[in-house]
């Protein structure tokens, strides 16, 4: 568990639930999640606007049963973003 957590911090997510649930800031209104949900690890991104409590828009990055392909997978969603706010 410790090792995973090492691992998401190092990738940019902060550690909300040791071992289970991790969160990153993309921009002002989204946020990523990594969760185990049963045996399966799920990544995915909810975008917020304001003056509203629910998320108006949801996105499944990845889901495998491995946490590290999830986390790769959500590193390249991250780059990918990255690349297209600098264009």
Do not use: H
Not at 21 to 43: D, H, P, V
């Amino acid at each position: 568990m410790l090792e995973r957590d090492n691992k998401a911090k190092y990738t940019g997510f902060i550690v909300a639930l040791p071992g289970e649930l991790y969160t990153r800031t993309i921009g002002k209104n989204s946020c990523a999640y990594i969760e185990q949900i049963g045996s399966e690890w799920q990544a995915w991104r909810e975008t917020y606007q304001s003056k509203k409590e629910k998320a108006v828009s949801n996105k499944i990055i990845f889901t495998s049963e491995t946490f590290e392909l999830v986390l790769l997978k959500a590193k390249g969603y991250f780059d990918y973003i990255g690349r297209k706010r600098s264009e």
